[in-house]
Each structure stands twice: as structure tokens, then as C-alpha cells.
């Protein structure tokens, strides 16, 4: 035998890229686990040709690392089919770790086909060194490198499988376990290369030999890891894009939920909306035409909320919702639906095996509600009136079934409060009228039924005119219907939107005819509702209408009750001062009748006050109601706030409002509402008051 050495140098690198190569093998099996279809399919290609070349160049590193006295050629076709065999082992294993399972029988197969496929590299590899004679060799070492083939291949195939998962600390597992596959891949390489023995004799029978090995080796390595890098390189980008689009589809998923949360819910509650009320009396009306079931709808309704709200504001008032709607809760099973529609009421949804289960369920809320609520630093006594309408038997859709509940709690309200009561028929003719008003009332704008009167305001104490107040009016069925009737209907369900909009609208069209006609100083006022205040697109939609008829901002004035301008101050100021600045007034409406901060009243954008008529009706000097008034108009004059007094009706109260102050006067004794065509009528057009006095209002 000839003597031989090692280049160190070419043997550290040729561990370098064994580990280089095993971390890869870990990476693209990670990169393989976690993708599918086409893309899983692609990474596996690629990892299986990163791999396999880079198992093979540490092979072949470690073959030109070998010195002898001779100089060494390579039968190319013999290298490359080394080659494609450590890239067809590399394949495999990346397949077989990629598996959901891998059991110890799979594995032990495993291990011996990628440990038979590294040790038929290494010796196929080891054939194409062109040597005469051929090498020989010692077959203990050659069983000795095929069985740490085998068990390096085992090691390798189980760490990669449960290394390809992503968690907190793989990077540093992956490292560590690369670390070790690379140590037997090169023990493997190493232990094979001792199996070899040269003949004394031996010579090369290259073609062309004399190849340096260090440049070969050179080209090698730098080849290797570039192919390598440029692997974990687009593996690395490709994770990061996978986790970013991880972390996108989570936040979208995370927006979704939330905005169903809000759309399908009541915000203070968190209790299901009337939408998902909907949709669950929807199923509960299908399970029950099964025959599997029956149900009831138990309609609750606060007594003396809105009492709590005026004497401690809409905060405590939200507060004691909230304690209601947990005592509630605390009595219903995960089967039943527990909704707030708006305001002080709320609806059961429940399955029953028989009435009395509906009637038991209410007697305990009715009693549990009764109990006194501590909320902040008050003692806080409310009731609770309930409707009950069962399926079968009292509504043949979800509609009907509902409006029977409500006039069943109607029902209990005009029977004493505190308690619950059964629709019954002989309330169906109100329940009836109900649903007929609303079917007739969604109509209302498209038969053009509903109709603007307009009451005049004065300049006190006897005119001129300064402007109307625009006040609706239905016509149904011959019938003049007053706001009292049907706004209350048209604001539980929603059609006060429109109905609001159509108000609006026409109030601005019949200002631009007066102002048409020549009288250019009135102005018109126009009522805004809870709802339409609460409408996202309420500064838009007023916007709009005037830009539509042409009319000056300054002289539309949008009345905004107390209470609602107080239900969410914050952003009643936002809105308020959005249409001030175009140039709307607003006025505060009903003023002294609910719960107001002065702070806030401070930052409303408001032009003036208006006074509660109730106030008016018995104000005498020296009575309470005057000692208010007088307050108020004080509290406007201080804030820079015209000060309006609604139902005037005496001369009296004409007088006396005058003498504290205020600006201007409105009610009966001043002049009537009346439809733009009475109006046009009127011989003065500044207006001399009208004394007609102790007549209400319709």
C-alpha cells in the first residue's frame, strides 16, 4: 500500500457542509410539512436536489481531501450518478418525514433505504476514482460504514420529523440536530474512506490527470454553498411571507369576528341585537314546524327606567342595564336567547315543554328584577312588566309572534306593572291595529299620506314672525293623525330613518318656496330624532338637502331633545359642531326636562334653548315652574343662547316670559300649526298675534 494523508483544511470544510447540508434537510422538511398541492410538491424537488448535492459535495470534498502520491481522476458519468443517487435518497427521506405518521416500523424501513442510498453514493462515488488496480477493500469497515449509515439515517429521519414543525426554539433544535446528522454523515464518509485500500502499484487512468484537487475542491464547496444558501435563503423569505400572511389572515379573521360581534350585538350589553334575534327565532321556528320542540317569547320592559335615566343620567342608567341584564342571565340556560332590542327592553327566546314553564320562568324574573340594584353609590328600585307569546298557538310567524308578545306586556303595564302576562285574543285587536298602522305607515311616503303643518315662532313679546317650527302629520284613512300616535311605532322599528329624511327634505323645499315668494327671513326648524341623531351619515344626508334646494344653512335649525343630545355627549358635540361650522343651528329641545352636565351644555354647539311646554302650562309668579323658567332663561342669556318658549297660551305667560327675558315665543295663542296653503292665506305675513287661549295642542 502507498502512503496517504488528509488536507485538514478540505476535512473542516467538508464537516461544514454535512452540517450545512443536514440543517437544509431539516429546513426544507419543514418547509415541505407546511405547504400543500403544487407548492409542497416544488419544495420537495428542491429540497431533495439541495440535499442530495450537498451530501454529495461533502462526499466528494472529502475524497479530494485524500492525498496521495499519485494525482486522482474521476470517471464523470460514475460522479454524476453518485450524485443523482444521494439526490433520489434526499427525495425520499424528505417524503417520508413529511408523512402525518411515522411509526417504528416505518421508520426502521426508512433508515435502511436512506442509509443503503448514502453508502451506495459513497461507494458508487468512490468507483469513478479511475485506479488500475481498482481499490480494495476491507469489508468490516465497509459493514461498519453501512451500519452508522443506517443508524445516522434513522437518527436523521426521526429528528427531521419531529423538527418539522415551526415552535419557539426549532431554529436553535434544527442547529443543534444538524450539528449531530452532520457528525455521521462524515463519520459515515470517513469511516468508508478507511475501508479503502490502494495497491502499491496503483496508478491513475484519467485522461487527463494532474488536476489540482485544491481548486477542485475549491469549485466544489463555493458551488455547494451557494446552492445551499440560496435554498435557505428563499426558505427563510418564503417563511417570513408565510408567517406575515399567518399573522394578515388572523387579523382579518380577528377584524371579521369583531365586526360580526358588533353588527349581530348591543354594544353596552353585549346581548344578541334585534338582527340575531331574527335569526334565531328563525331556527326556532323551524325546529318547532319538526314537531321537536315548542317555545316562547317572554317581552320585558323595564318599569320606571326612565326615571333613573332623568334624575341620574344615562351613565347610571347604562350602569343599571347592565346589572339587569346579568340578572337575567343568571337564570337562563345555554339554550336560551337573551336579546336587548333598544332602550329599556329586552326579549326571551326560550323552549318550553309546556306554558307553564314560560309562566314560572317570568314569575322569577319579575321577582328577581324587583330586588333593589346597587349601582356606584344609589339604591336603585326598578320593575319589570312581561309579555308571553307561545308557538303554537299565538303568531304563525316571527313577526306576529313578537307583536303579540309586546301587547301582552302592554297588557301587564295598564294592568298594575310588576308582573307578566299571556297574550290573549282579546288583545289581538290592538296587536292588530299595530301591525295594520305599521304595514299603512311603511306606505305613508310612497301614497304621499304624510303631511308638514308648520307652527309660526314670534320675536317676543307680539312678532314679527321669525320663523316655523315644522310639526307632522298623517293622513289615513280621512284621518289627521298626530306625532303622538305613530312616532312611537315609527321609532321602534326603524322607520323614523326615512320618515325623518322625507321630514327634512320637505321642510327645506318649502323654505326655498318662501324665500322664493320674498320672505327671505324665515327660517325653518326640524326635529331630530333619537335615531336619526344616531345615523353615521346624519351630517352628510342634512348637507346634501341643502345643497338640493339651495337654501342658507343659517336658516335650517335642527331640534335635538335634552336627552338625546346627553345620551352620548361626546359625540353629540362632534356632530353638532360638524353642522354648526357648515353653518346649520342647532337647539336644544325640551330643555329642563331631562338630565344635563353643564360642562357639556358648555361645549354643545347650540344657538339656543328651548323650554319645555310643561314648564309653561301653570307658570304664575312666584310658583315653582317660574322660579325654573327664570333659571333657564338665565342660563341661556349667561351662555350666549337665545331662549325659546313653546306653549304659550295665555297673555299671561306671554307677559310674564317676556319680562324675564326671553326671545322668542311659540303656542297656541300666538298662532296655530297650520299646512303651507293656510299660511299663504294669511293677511299679514308679519303676523298679529292670535288671542284664541286654553287650547291644547291635538
Known amino acids: 500500500m502507498f502512503s496517504s494523508n488528509y488536507n485538514n483544511v478540505l476535512v473542516m470544510f467538508s464537516f461544514i457542509v454535512a452540517m450545512l447540508a443536514s440543517y437544509t434537510a431539516l429546513d426544507m422538511a419543514g418547509r415541505v410539512a407546511t405547504t400543500e398541492g403544487r407548492a409542497s410538491r416544488l419544495w420537495l424537488i428542491g429540497g431533495a436536489i439541495a440535499m ?15 492525498n496521495s502520491s499519485m494525482p486522482m481522476g474521476y470517471d464523470p458519468v460514475i460522479t454524476l450518478l453518485s450524485m443523482l443517487i444521494a439526490i433520489i435518497s434526499s427525495a425520499f427521506a424528505l417524503w417520508l418525514v413529511c408523512l402525518h405518521e411515522l411509526p417504528l416500523r416505518r421508520l426502521l424501513a426508512g433508515a435502511l433505504l436512506m442509509g443503503g442510498g448514502i453508502a451506495a453514493m459513497h461507494y458508487t462515488g468512490m468507483s469513478a476514482m479511475l485506479m488500475m488496480p481498482p481499490i480494495v477493500y476491507d469489508f468490516r469497515w465497509v459493514t461498519l460504514s453501512v451500519v452508522v449509515a443506517i443508524v445516522a439515517s434513522g437518527a436523521a429521519l426521526w429528528m427531521a420529523f419531529h423538527l418539522r414543525q415551526q415552535s419557539p426554539n426549532v431554529r436553535l433544535l434544527r442547529i443543534s440536530a444538524a450539528v449531530v446528522m452532520g457528525t455521521a454523515i462524515v463519520g459515515m464518509h470517513y469511516i ?36 445551499l444558501a440560496i435554498t435557505l435563503i428563499i426558505s427563510i423569505l418564503d417563511g417570513r411571507m408565510q408567517a406575515r400572511t399567518s399573522i394578515l389572515a388572523s387579523s382579518l379573521a380577528q377584524a371579521n369576528r369583531e365586526l360580526t360581534q358588533l353588527a349581530l350585538h348591543d354594544n353596552l350589553t353585549r346581548l344578541p341585537n334585534r338582527l340575531l334575534l331574527e ?78 314553564d314560560a309562566s314560572q320562568l317570568a314569575d322569577k324574573l319579575v321577582h328577581l328584577i324587583a330586588r333593589p340594584f346597587y349601582v356606584s353609590r344609589y339604591e336603585l328600585l326598578v320593575s319589570a312588566s312581561v309579555g308571553i307569546a307561545v308557538y303554537p298557538g299565538d303568531g304563525e310567524n316571527e313577526r306576529e309572534l313578537m307583536l303579540n308578545a309586546d301587547a301582552a306586556m302592554y297588557h301587564t303595564k295598564n294592568s298594575g306593572r310588576n308582573g307578566h302576562s299571556f297574550f290573549q285574543p282579546s288583545m289581538n285587536a290592538n296587536a292588530q291595529n299595530q301591525l295594520q298602522m305599521l304595514n ?54 326603524g322607520l323614523i330613518i326615512p320618515i325623518g329624511e322625507w321630514v327634512l327634505n320637505e321642510a327645506c323645499r318649502q323654505l326655498r318656496e318662501w324665500h322664493l315668494q320674498g320672505h327671505t327671513t324665515w327660517t325653518v326648524a326640524v326635529n331630530l330624532s333619537t335615531l336619526q341623531f344616531e345615523q353615521s351619515n346624519l351630517v352628510e344626508m342634512v348637507i346634501d338637502t341643502i345643497k338640493r334646494h339651495q337654501i342658507p344653512p343659517e336658516m335650517l ?50 344657538s339656543e334653548l328651548k323650554i319645555d311646554g310643561a314648564f309653561i302650562n301653570d307658570l304664575i309668579a312666584g310658583s315653582e315652574d317660574a322660579s325654573i323658567v327664570a333659571a333657564i332663561i338665565a342660563l341661556g342669556q349667561t351662555l350666549n343662547l337665545k331662549v325659546v ?54
Open 52 to 66: 442530495g448535492i450537498g451530501i454529495w459535495s461533502m462526499h466528494f470534498i472529502g475524497m479530494l481531501a485524500f
Open 192 to 227: 468508508g474512506m478507511a475501508a479503502a485500500q490502494f495497491p502499491m502499484d496503483s496508478h491513475s487512468m484519467a485522461a487527463f490527470s494532474g488536476v489540482d484537487n485544491n481548486w477542485l475542491a475549491l469549485l466544489v464547496i463555493v458551488v455547494t454553498l451557494a446552492i
Open 279 to 356: 335569526d334565531r327565532l328563525s331556527q326556532a321556528f323551524q325546529k318547532a314546524s319538526r314537531g321537536e320542540s315548542q317555545f316562547a317569547v317572554l317581552f320585558i320592559d323595564l318599569d320606571g327606567f326612565k326615571a333613573v335615566n332623568d334624575a341620574f343620567g344615562h351613565h347610571i342608567g347604562d350602569q343599571l342595564l347592565i346589572s339587569v341584564t346579568e340578572r337575567l342571565k343568571s337564570q337562563l340556560r345555554a339554550t336560551d336567547t337573551l336579546a336587548r332590542l333598544g332602550g329599556d327592553e329586552f326579549v326571551l327566546l326560550v323552549e318550553i315543554a309546556e306554558p307553564t
Open 440 to 493: 299603512d305607515l311603511r306606505l305613508a311616503i310612497e301614497h304621499h299620506e304624510l303631511r308638514l303643518h308648520y307652527q309660526p315662532k314670534f320675536i317676543a313679546p307680539y312678532g314679527p314672525v321669525s320663523g316655523f317650527e315644522a310639526l307632522l302629520r298623517w293622513e289615513r284613512d280621512g284621518k289627521t293623525l298626530s306625532p303622538d300616535v305613530f312616532l312611537p311605532l315609527a321609532e321602534k322599528t
Open 557 to 606: 335649525t335642527l331640534e335635538v331633545t335634552e336627552t338625546t343630545a346627553m345620551r352620548n355627549p361626546d359625540v353629540s358635540v362632534e356632530i353638532l359642531e360638524r353642522l354648526t361650522q357648515y353653518g346649520v343651528k342647532a337647539s336644544i329641545d325640551d330643555f329642563g326636562t331631562g338630565y344635563s352636565s353643564l360642562l357639556y351644555l358648555k361645549r354643545l354647539p347650540a
Open 645 to 698: 318658549a313653546e306653549g304659550v297660551e295665555t297673555t299671561q305667560q306671554q307677559d310674564f316670559l317676556t319680562q324675564l327675558g326671553c326671545d322668542t315665543l311659540q303656542g297656541y295663542l300666538l298662532g296655530r300649526p297650520m299646512t303651507p296653503q293656510q299660511i299663504a292665506q294669511h293677511p299679514d305675513t308679519d303676523w298679529e298675534p292670535q288671542l284664541s287661549i286654553n287650547h291644547k295642542p291635538d
